[in-house]
């Protein structure tokens, strides 16, 4: 963020907690990647893995307590997909909005969405 009276960059911002595991965490290291390996293969996505151990589990953050990313372990149980996350979202929302377009010819809107992405 930039200093509202000079022309210099502040240093404020969030950051996040020391790396070092949390205290309070009921988990083992094994047993969080137990569970990453049991949720890939009910068909999640990264994403979605991190959300459910946070909310329903109590791992706030897979990397501190692993020391390895959800990704990482994915790819050494070789459950990891062919295609990265972000990129199989954005080739959704590209077909989405092919079939959208079909019916809606004249929506401008959706077709400049289409040219973003």
Known sequence: MARMHSRKKGKSG???PLKTSYSWMNYKPKEVELLVVKLAKEGNAASQIGIKL???????????????????????????PNLP?????????????????????????????????
């Open 54 to 80: 946070r909310d329903v589990y109590g791992i706030p953050d897979v990397k501190t307590a692993t020391k390895k990313s959800i990704t990482k372990i994915l790819k050494e149980k070789k459950l990891a």
């Open 14 to 16: 969030s950051k996040k």
């Open 85 to 117: 996350e972000n990129l199989t979202s954005l080739l959704e929302q590209v077909i989405s909005i092919k079939k959208h377009l079909e019916n809606n010819k004249k929506d401008l809107h959706a077709k400049r969405n289409l040219t973003l992405t």
